[in-house]
Protein backbone atom coordinates (compact mmCIF):
# COMPACT_ATOMS: atom_id res chain seq x y z
CA UNK A 1 0.00 0.00 0.00
CA UNK A 2 1.24 2.96 -0.53
CA UNK A 3 1.53 5.88 1.46
CA UNK A 4 -1.30 9.26 1.26
CA UNK A 5 0.68 12.54 1.10
CA UNK A 6 1.06 16.08 0.09
CA UNK A 7 2.57 15.11 -2.97
CA UNK A 8 0.26 12.95 -4.47
CA UNK A 9 -1.51 14.26 -7.68
CA UNK A 10 -4.14 16.60 -6.60
CA UNK A 11 -7.00 14.73 -8.81
CA UNK A 12 -5.44 11.23 -6.84
CA UNK A 13 -6.22 13.05 -3.35
CA UNK A 14 -9.52 14.03 -4.76
CA UNK A 15 -10.46 11.34 -5.96
CA UNK A 16 -9.78 9.05 -2.65
CA UNK A 17 -11.73 11.90 -0.36
CA UNK A 18 -14.96 11.32 -2.68
CA UNK A 19 -14.78 7.50 -2.50
CA UNK A 20 -14.27 7.96 1.67
CA UNK A 21 -14.90 11.02 3.13
CA UNK A 22 -18.45 12.69 4.55
CA UNK A 23 -17.81 16.53 4.24
CA UNK A 24 -19.68 18.27 7.04
CA UNK A 25 -22.03 20.64 5.78
CA UNK A 26 -21.74 19.96 1.94
CA UNK A 27 -23.72 18.26 -0.29
CA UNK A 28 -21.69 15.16 -1.15
CA UNK A 29 -22.14 14.99 -4.67
CA UNK A 30 -22.12 18.01 -5.91
CA UNK A 31 -18.41 18.03 -4.09
CA UNK A 32 -17.30 15.21 -4.91
CA UNK A 33 -18.28 15.72 -8.89
CA UNK A 34 -15.64 19.00 -8.82
CA UNK A 35 -13.73 17.91 -6.17
CA UNK A 36 -12.61 19.72 -3.00
CA UNK A 37 -9.21 21.91 -2.62
CA UNK A 38 -6.81 20.08 -0.75
CA UNK A 39 -4.73 22.31 1.54
CA UNK A 40 -1.37 21.63 2.31
CA UNK A 41 0.11 23.75 4.51
CA UNK A 42 -0.16 27.24 6.49
CA UNK A 43 1.74 29.81 7.97
CA UNK A 44 0.98 33.37 9.28
CA UNK A 45 -2.53 34.03 7.70
CA UNK A 46 -1.96 31.99 4.58
CA UNK A 47 -2.82 29.02 3.36
CA UNK A 48 -1.49 26.93 0.41
CA UNK A 49 -2.88 24.21 -1.86
CA UNK A 50 -2.01 21.15 -3.59
CA UNK A 51 -1.27 23.47 -6.61
CA UNK A 52 0.90 25.57 -5.13
CA UNK A 53 -1.67 28.54 -4.73
CA UNK A 54 -1.79 30.65 -1.73
CA UNK A 55 -4.52 31.98 -0.32
CA UNK A 56 -5.38 34.89 2.38
CA UNK A 57 -7.27 33.35 4.90
CA UNK A 58 -9.52 36.03 6.01
CA UNK A 59 -12.04 33.34 8.07
CA UNK A 60 -8.85 32.17 10.59
CA UNK A 61 -10.18 28.53 9.33
CA UNK A 62 -13.55 28.52 10.77
CA UNK A 63 -12.68 31.60 13.56
CA UNK A 64 -10.56 29.74 15.56
CA UNK A 65 -6.93 30.01 14.45
CA UNK A 66 -6.54 33.30 16.33
CA UNK A 67 -2.91 32.99 16.97
CA UNK A 68 -2.37 32.54 12.75
CA UNK A 69 -1.09 29.23 11.51
CA UNK A 70 2.19 27.51 11.98
CA UNK A 71 3.20 28.86 15.52
CA UNK A 72 6.22 26.07 16.66
CA UNK A 73 5.78 26.67 20.26
CA UNK A 74 1.83 25.01 20.39
CA UNK A 75 3.42 22.18 18.70
CA UNK A 76 6.37 21.76 21.06
CA UNK A 77 3.48 22.18 23.94
CA UNK A 78 2.01 19.32 22.52
CA UNK A 79 4.67 16.96 21.88
CA UNK A 80 6.86 17.65 25.64
CA UNK A 81 3.34 16.56 27.04
CA UNK A 82 2.75 13.47 24.86
CA UNK A 83 5.54 12.29 26.21
CA UNK A 84 5.01 13.15 29.85
CA UNK A 85 1.32 12.48 29.92
CA UNK A 86 -0.59 11.91 27.13
CA UNK A 87 -3.93 11.22 28.76
CA UNK A 88 -5.55 10.77 31.87
CA UNK A 89 -8.78 11.15 33.01
CA UNK A 90 -10.49 13.75 35.62
CA UNK A 91 -13.39 11.41 35.85
CA UNK A 92 -12.01 9.33 39.19
CA UNK A 93 -10.82 12.07 41.48
CA UNK A 94 -7.68 12.34 40.06
CA UNK A 95 -6.39 15.43 38.01
CA UNK A 96 -3.25 16.74 36.36
CA UNK A 97 -1.11 19.76 35.55
CA UNK A 98 -2.37 20.85 32.25
CA UNK A 99 -5.76 20.79 33.71
CA UNK A 100 -5.05 22.60 36.56
CA UNK A 101 -3.26 25.08 35.00
CA UNK A 102 -5.45 25.63 32.21
CA UNK A 103 -8.29 26.42 34.34
CA UNK A 104 -6.47 28.70 36.77
CA UNK A 105 -5.64 30.33 33.32
CA UNK A 106 -9.35 31.02 32.43
CA UNK A 107 -9.74 31.93 35.48
CA UNK A 108 -7.95 34.90 35.51
CA UNK A 109 -8.48 35.71 31.94
CA UNK A 110 -12.55 36.05 32.08
CA UNK A 111 -14.23 38.67 33.57
CA UNK A 112 -16.41 39.05 36.84
CA UNK A 113 -16.59 35.96 39.10
CA UNK A 114 -16.11 33.04 36.42
CA UNK A 115 -13.74 30.99 38.24
CA UNK A 116 -14.56 27.39 37.11
CA UNK A 117 -14.80 25.61 34.14
CA UNK A 118 -16.36 22.35 33.01
CA UNK A 119 -14.03 21.12 30.25
CA UNK A 120 -15.39 19.72 26.69
CA UNK A 121 -13.69 18.98 23.25
CA UNK A 122 -15.76 21.41 21.03
CA UNK A 123 -18.20 24.33 21.58
CA UNK A 124 -21.04 21.67 20.59
CA UNK A 125 -20.42 19.54 23.65
CA UNK A 126 -20.09 22.55 25.79
CA UNK A 127 -23.10 23.80 25.45
CA UNK A 128 -24.53 20.56 25.50
CA UNK A 129 -23.05 20.48 28.82
CA UNK A 130 -24.30 23.99 29.59
CA UNK A 131 -28.02 22.15 29.08
CA UNK A 132 -27.82 19.82 31.38
CA UNK A 133 -25.59 21.89 33.40
CA UNK A 134 -28.67 24.97 34.03
CA UNK A 135 -31.20 22.41 34.42
CA UNK A 136 -29.48 20.87 37.02
CA UNK A 137 -28.66 24.21 38.69
CA UNK A 138 -32.36 24.60 39.03
CA UNK A 139 -32.83 20.95 40.01
CA UNK A 140 -30.57 21.30 42.86
CA UNK A 141 -32.35 24.98 44.01
CA UNK A 142 -35.74 22.92 44.34
CA UNK A 143 -37.17 24.58 40.90
CA UNK A 144 -36.71 21.21 38.62
CA UNK A 145 -40.21 22.73 36.38
CA UNK A 146 -37.57 25.35 35.21
CA UNK A 147 -36.13 23.56 32.25
CA UNK A 148 -36.78 26.00 29.29
CA UNK A 149 -34.11 27.56 27.34
CA UNK A 150 -34.66 30.50 25.18
CA UNK A 151 -32.19 31.25 22.01
CA UNK A 152 -32.35 33.21 18.81
CA UNK A 153 -33.30 32.54 15.36
CA UNK A 154 -30.35 32.15 13.41
CA UNK A 155 -28.12 31.70 16.73
CA UNK A 156 -25.71 28.98 16.09
CA UNK A 157 -24.49 27.04 19.04
CA UNK A 158 -23.23 23.69 17.46
CA UNK A 159 -23.98 20.93 15.51
CA UNK A 160 -24.68 18.20 18.62
CA UNK A 161 -28.37 17.33 18.96
CA UNK A 162 -28.54 19.62 22.01
CA UNK A 163 -26.34 22.19 20.52
CA UNK A 164 -28.21 22.34 17.21
CA UNK A 165 -31.47 22.51 19.20
CA UNK A 166 -29.81 25.53 21.25
CA UNK A 167 -29.54 27.10 17.67
CA UNK A 168 -31.87 28.77 15.24
CA UNK A 169 -30.54 27.50 12.01
CA UNK A 170 -33.57 26.50 10.11
CA UNK A 171 -31.72 24.23 7.64
CA UNK A 172 -30.26 22.10 10.82
CA UNK A 173 -33.84 21.66 12.31
CA UNK A 174 -34.98 20.57 9.11
CA UNK A 175 -32.99 17.24 9.87
CA UNK A 176 -33.02 14.52 12.23
CA UNK A 177 -35.61 15.26 14.59
CA UNK A 178 -34.80 18.68 16.14
CA UNK A 179 -35.03 20.94 17.85
CA UNK A 180 -35.28 18.54 21.47
CA UNK A 181 -38.09 19.77 23.44
CA UNK A 182 -38.14 22.84 26.05
CA UNK A 183 -36.24 24.97 23.82
CA UNK A 184 -37.68 28.47 22.27
CA UNK A 185 -36.62 30.85 20.03
CA UNK A 186 -37.15 34.17 19.45
CA UNK A 187 -36.21 36.88 16.47
CA UNK A 188 -32.76 37.86 15.94
CA UNK A 189 -31.43 41.85 16.45
CA UNK A 190 -30.59 42.39 13.00
CA UNK A 191 -31.95 45.56 12.56
CA UNK A 192 -30.08 45.34 8.32
CA UNK A 193 -32.23 42.25 7.43
CA UNK A 194 -34.81 43.02 9.65
CA UNK A 195 -35.63 45.97 10.82
CA UNK A 196 -37.58 48.07 7.93
CA UNK A 197 -37.92 51.18 8.42
CA UNK A 198 -37.54 51.08 12.07
CA UNK A 199 -35.40 53.17 14.25
CA UNK A 200 -32.05 50.77 15.10
CA UNK A 201 -32.25 51.56 18.93
CA UNK A 202 -35.92 51.27 19.23
CA UNK A 203 -35.41 47.98 17.17
CA UNK A 204 -32.70 46.65 19.64
CA UNK A 205 -35.14 47.18 22.35
CA UNK A 206 -38.31 45.24 20.69
CA UNK A 207 -35.83 42.31 19.97
CA UNK A 208 -34.59 41.71 23.50
CA UNK A 209 -38.57 42.49 24.98
CA UNK A 210 -39.26 39.26 23.25
CA UNK A 211 -36.96 37.70 25.65
CA UNK A 212 -39.35 38.88 28.08
CA UNK A 213 -42.96 38.09 26.28
CA UNK A 214 -40.96 34.76 25.62
CA UNK A 215 -40.61 34.39 29.79
CA UNK A 216 -44.36 35.57 30.36
CA UNK A 217 -45.73 33.40 27.88
CA UNK A 218 -43.73 30.09 29.12
CA UNK A 219 -44.05 30.98 32.39
CA UNK A 220 -41.36 32.42 34.54
CA UNK A 221 -40.85 29.93 36.94
CA UNK A 222 -40.09 27.40 33.90
CA UNK A 223 -37.43 29.64 32.34
CA UNK A 224 -34.05 27.98 32.93
CA UNK A 225 -31.55 30.34 30.95
CA UNK A 226 -31.36 32.36 27.68
CA UNK A 227 -28.29 31.43 25.42
CA UNK A 228 -27.07 34.15 23.22
CA UNK A 229 -23.82 35.23 21.87
CA UNK A 230 -22.46 38.20 21.78
CA UNK A 231 -21.72 38.62 17.89
CA UNK A 232 -23.91 36.01 16.20
CA UNK A 233 -20.97 34.56 14.55
CA UNK A 234 -21.93 32.04 11.64
CA UNK A 235 -25.76 33.95 11.67
CA UNK A 236 -23.57 36.40 9.41
CA UNK A 237 -21.62 38.30 11.81
CA UNK A 238 -24.62 40.45 12.74
CA UNK A 239 -23.49 42.86 15.59
CA UNK A 240 -26.91 43.79 18.20
CA UNK A 241 -28.12 47.51 18.31
CA UNK A 242 -26.37 48.96 21.34
CA UNK A 243 -29.71 48.89 23.10
CA UNK A 244 -29.70 45.45 23.15
CA UNK A 245 -27.71 43.75 25.46
CA UNK A 246 -28.27 46.08 28.58
CA UNK A 247 -31.82 45.19 28.22
CA UNK A 248 -31.58 41.48 27.81
CA UNK A 249 -29.62 41.80 30.84
CA UNK A 250 -32.31 43.72 32.75
CA UNK A 251 -34.80 41.22 31.88
CA UNK A 252 -32.41 37.92 32.73
CA UNK A 253 -32.07 39.36 36.31
CA UNK A 254 -35.79 40.42 36.84
CA UNK A 255 -37.06 36.87 36.18
CA UNK A 256 -34.09 35.31 37.64
CA UNK A 257 -33.19 32.97 34.50
CA UNK A 258 -29.29 32.68 33.87
CA UNK A 259 -27.85 34.48 31.29
CA UNK A 260 -24.95 31.79 29.04
CA UNK A 261 -22.81 33.79 26.64
CA UNK A 262 -21.82 31.77 23.80
CA UNK A 263 -18.26 32.85 23.68
CA UNK A 264 -16.92 30.83 21.17
CA UNK A 265 -16.10 33.14 18.61
CA UNK A 266 -16.34 36.16 20.17
CA UNK A 267 -13.69 34.81 23.16
CA UNK A 268 -10.20 35.16 23.29
CA UNK A 269 -9.47 38.83 21.35
CA UNK A 270 -11.73 38.46 18.81
CA UNK A 271 -13.60 41.65 19.14
CA UNK A 272 -10.82 43.73 20.50
CA UNK A 273 -11.10 42.98 23.64
CA UNK A 274 -10.27 38.86 25.57
CA UNK A 275 -14.31 38.18 25.32
CA UNK A 276 -17.15 39.57 24.28
CA UNK A 277 -19.15 40.08 27.12
CA UNK A 278 -16.75 42.95 27.98
CA UNK A 279 -16.96 44.83 24.82
CA UNK A 280 -21.14 44.45 25.35
CA UNK A 281 -20.77 44.79 28.87
CA UNK A 282 -22.55 41.75 29.38
CA UNK A 283 -22.35 39.51 32.90
CA UNK A 284 -23.43 36.27 32.17
CA UNK A 285 -23.82 33.28 35.04
CA UNK A 286 -22.20 31.02 32.21
CA UNK A 287 -19.82 31.34 29.37
CA UNK A 288 -19.44 29.03 26.61
CA UNK A 289 -15.77 28.55 25.14
CA UNK A 290 -13.92 26.63 22.40
CA UNK A 291 -11.96 27.56 18.97
CA UNK A 292 -9.66 30.55 19.45
CA UNK A 293 -9.17 29.17 23.35
CA UNK A 294 -6.40 26.22 21.98
CA UNK A 295 -6.58 28.45 18.23
CA UNK A 296 -7.29 25.71 16.57
CA UNK A 297 -4.54 23.65 17.45
CA UNK A 298 -6.05 21.08 19.41
CA UNK A 299 -9.71 20.55 19.54
CA UNK A 300 -10.76 22.15 22.98
CA UNK A 301 -14.10 23.52 24.54
CA UNK A 302 -15.70 24.46 27.96
CA UNK A 303 -18.27 25.71 30.28
CA UNK A 304 -17.09 28.61 33.00
CA UNK A 305 -19.61 29.25 35.16
CA UNK A 306 -20.07 31.73 38.47
CA UNK A 307 -18.95 31.36 41.97
CA UNK A 308 -23.03 31.24 42.57
CA UNK A 309 -23.47 28.33 40.01
CA UNK A 310 -20.56 26.33 40.58
CA UNK A 311 -21.07 26.30 44.43
CA UNK A 312 -24.89 25.30 43.63
CA UNK A 313 -23.46 22.32 40.89
CA UNK A 314 -21.11 21.62 43.56
CA UNK A 315 -24.02 20.31 46.09
CA UNK A 316 -24.40 17.12 43.86
CA UNK A 317 -22.77 14.86 41.30
CA UNK A 318 -23.61 16.09 38.08
CA UNK A 319 -23.74 13.07 36.20
CA UNK A 320 -22.20 14.02 33.23
CA UNK A 321 -18.62 14.50 31.75
CA UNK A 322 -16.51 13.76 28.13
CA UNK A 323 -13.29 11.10 28.46
CA UNK A 324 -11.25 14.27 27.05
CA UNK A 325 -12.85 16.96 29.78
CA UNK A 326 -9.93 18.65 30.38
CA UNK A 327 -7.35 16.24 28.02
CA UNK A 328 -3.59 17.01 29.26
CA UNK A 329 -2.30 17.40 25.41
CA UNK A 330 -4.96 19.82 24.57
CA UNK A 331 -5.13 21.88 28.07
CA UNK A 332 -1.18 22.47 27.33
CA UNK A 333 -1.95 23.35 23.55
CA UNK A 334 -4.22 25.92 25.15
CA UNK A 335 -2.18 27.27 27.69
CA UNK A 336 0.85 28.27 25.15
CA UNK A 337 -1.73 29.90 22.71
CA UNK A 338 -3.16 32.01 25.97
CA UNK A 339 0.34 32.92 27.19
CA UNK A 340 1.79 33.71 23.75
CA UNK A 341 -1.47 35.80 22.61
CA UNK A 342 -0.87 37.54 26.07
CA UNK A 343 2.88 38.19 26.25
CA UNK A 344 2.74 39.21 22.22
CA UNK A 345 -0.02 41.80 22.91
CA UNK A 346 -1.85 40.03 20.52
CA UNK A 347 -5.25 40.98 21.88
CA UNK A 348 -4.02 44.26 22.92
CA UNK A 349 -3.07 45.07 19.14
CA UNK A 350 -6.35 43.98 18.08
CA UNK A 351 -8.47 46.41 20.13
CA UNK A 352 -5.58 49.78 19.89
CA UNK A 353 -4.26 48.79 15.62
CA UNK A 354 -5.88 46.29 13.90
CA UNK A 355 -9.47 46.38 14.63
CA UNK A 356 -9.87 50.10 14.13
CA UNK A 357 -7.45 49.94 10.35
CA UNK A 358 -9.86 46.97 9.31
CA UNK A 359 -12.76 49.29 10.25
CA UNK A 360 -11.59 52.64 8.31
CA UNK A 361 -10.56 49.85 5.27
CA UNK A 362 -13.32 47.55 5.68
CA UNK A 363 -16.15 50.50 5.64
CA UNK A 364 -14.95 51.83 2.16
CA UNK A 365 -16.43 48.85 0.85
CA UNK A 366 -19.93 50.43 1.45
CA UNK A 367 -19.16 52.38 -1.73
CA UNK A 368 -19.20 49.64 -3.80
CA UNK A 369 -22.58 49.19 -6.05
CA UNK A 370 -23.34 45.76 -4.99
CA UNK A 371 -22.46 46.52 -1.11
CA UNK A 372 -25.46 47.51 1.12
CA UNK A 373 -23.69 47.68 4.48
CA UNK A 374 -20.63 46.91 5.34
CA UNK A 375 -19.70 46.76 9.11
CA UNK A 376 -16.78 45.27 11.67
CA UNK A 377 -16.70 44.37 15.67
CA UNK A 378 -13.07 43.65 16.34
CA UNK A 379 -11.08 41.64 13.59
CA UNK A 380 -14.39 40.12 12.56
CA UNK A 381 -16.38 42.11 8.99
CA UNK A 382 -19.45 41.40 7.36
CA UNK A 383 -21.00 42.79 3.99
CA UNK A 384 -24.47 42.44 2.71
CA UNK A 385 -24.59 42.10 -0.78
CA UNK A 386 -28.06 43.69 -2.11
CA UNK A 387 -29.41 44.45 -5.95
CA UNK A 388 -30.76 47.62 -4.44
CA UNK A 389 -28.46 49.03 -1.97
CA UNK A 390 -30.65 52.07 -1.09
CA UNK A 391 -33.25 49.92 -0.17
CA UNK A 392 -31.25 47.26 1.82
CA UNK A 393 -33.14 45.11 -1.29
CA UNK A 394 -32.64 41.04 -1.19
CA UNK A 395 -31.96 39.40 -4.02
CA UNK A 396 -34.49 37.71 -6.01
CA UNK A 397 -32.29 34.89 -6.76
CA UNK A 398 -32.32 32.21 -4.03
CA UNK A 399 -30.92 33.38 -1.16
CA UNK A 400 -27.19 32.53 -0.91
CA UNK A 401 -26.98 32.59 -4.60
CA UNK A 402 -24.97 35.96 -5.04
CA UNK A 403 -22.94 34.76 -2.04
CA UNK A 404 -21.64 31.93 -3.71
CA UNK A 405 -21.04 33.69 -6.87
CA UNK A 406 -18.65 36.18 -4.54
CA UNK A 407 -17.09 33.63 -2.58
CA UNK A 408 -16.09 31.83 -5.81
CA UNK A 409 -14.34 34.53 -7.50
CA UNK A 410 -12.50 35.46 -3.74
CA UNK A 411 -10.68 31.61 -3.80
CA UNK A 412 -9.97 32.57 -7.51
CA UNK A 413 -7.65 35.78 -6.09
CA UNK A 414 -6.48 34.34 -3.06
CA UNK A 415 -8.72 35.14 -0.35
CA UNK A 416 -10.78 32.77 1.87
CA UNK A 417 -13.99 35.18 2.49
CA UNK A 418 -17.08 33.08 3.81
CA UNK A 419 -20.79 33.44 2.50
CA UNK A 420 -23.69 33.37 5.00
CA UNK A 421 -26.75 33.49 2.40
CA UNK A 422 -25.85 36.70 0.65
CA UNK A 423 -23.82 38.21 3.83
CA UNK A 424 -19.86 37.75 2.95
CA UNK A 425 -17.96 37.34 6.55
CA UNK A 426 -14.76 37.77 7.65
CA UNK A 427 -12.60 36.49 10.82
CA UNK A 428 -8.57 36.81 9.96
CA UNK A 429 -5.96 35.41 12.16
CA UNK A 430 -5.47 38.28 15.18
CA UNK A 431 -2.17 38.36 14.09
CA UNK A 432 -3.17 40.02 10.90
CA UNK A 433 -1.15 42.86 9.91
CA UNK A 434 -1.89 46.64 8.83
CA UNK A 435 -0.49 45.46 4.98
CA UNK A 436 -2.20 41.92 5.06
CA UNK A 437 -5.28 43.97 5.66
CA UNK A 438 -4.80 46.33 2.89
CA UNK A 439 -4.23 42.92 0.53
CA UNK A 440 -7.65 41.68 2.10
CA UNK A 441 -9.44 44.53 1.23
CA UNK A 442 -7.92 44.70 -2.33
CA UNK A 443 -9.13 41.49 -2.82
CA UNK A 444 -12.23 41.67 -1.62
CA UNK A 445 -12.87 45.12 -3.88
CA UNK A 446 -11.89 42.81 -6.96
CA UNK A 447 -13.90 39.95 -6.27
CA UNK A 448 -17.01 42.44 -5.44
CA UNK A 449 -16.01 43.45 -9.24
CA UNK A 450 -16.47 40.12 -10.68
CA UNK A 451 -19.15 38.81 -9.00
CA UNK A 452 -21.29 42.25 -9.54
CA UNK A 453 -20.64 42.01 -13.36
CA UNK A 454 -21.24 38.19 -13.26
CA UNK A 455 -24.25 38.85 -11.32
CA UNK A 456 -25.26 41.86 -14.01
CA UNK A 457 -24.47 39.43 -16.86
CA UNK A 458 -26.90 37.21 -15.43
CA UNK A 459 -29.35 39.19 -15.37
CA UNK A 460 -29.30 38.39 -11.08
CA UNK A 461 -29.41 41.93 -9.88
CA UNK A 462 -33.14 42.04 -9.60
CA UNK A 463 -34.49 42.45 -5.95
CA UNK A 464 -36.83 40.29 -4.75
CA UNK A 465 -40.61 41.66 -4.68
C1 LIG B 1 -18.50 27.07 16.16
C2 LIG B 1 -19.46 27.45 17.22
C3 LIG B 1 -19.98 26.50 18.12
C4 LIG B 1 -19.70 25.04 17.96
O1 LIG B 1 -18.39 24.73 18.17
P1 LIG B 1 -17.81 23.32 17.61
O2 LIG B 1 -16.43 23.30 18.17
O3 LIG B 1 -17.88 23.39 16.12
O4 LIG B 1 -18.66 22.26 18.15
C5 LIG B 1 -20.77 26.94 19.14
N1 LIG B 1 -21.07 28.24 19.28
C6 LIG B 1 -20.62 29.17 18.44
C7 LIG B 1 -20.97 30.60 18.67
C8 LIG B 1 -19.81 28.81 17.37
O5 LIG B 1 -19.39 29.73 16.51
Keep these: MTAITNHMPTAELQALDAAHHLHPFTHGDALNKKGARVITRAKGVTLTDSEGHDYLDAMAGLWCVNIGYGREELADAAAR ?8 NTFFQTTHVPAIALADRLAQLTPYDLNHVFFASSGSEANDTNIRLVRTYWE ?8 AIISRKNAYHGSSMGSASLGGMSAMHAQGGMPIPDIHHIDQPYWYGEGKDTDPAEFGLERARQLEAKILELGEDKVAAFIGEP ?34 ICGFGRTGKWFGSETFDINPDVMTIAKGVSSGYAPLGGSLVSDEVAEVLNGCEFAHGYTYSGHPVTCAVALENLRILDEEGIVTRVGSETAPYLKEKWETLAAHPLVGEASVCGLMGSIALSPDKANRAKFAAEAGTAGLICREHCFSNGL ?50
Design 416 to 465: IMRHVGDRMVISPPLVITKSEIDTLVERANIALDLAHKQLKDEGLMKAAS
Design 140 to 147: QKGHPEKK
Design 231 to 264: VQGAGGVIVAPDTYWPEIQRICKKYNILLIADEV
Design 81 to 88: QMKELPYY
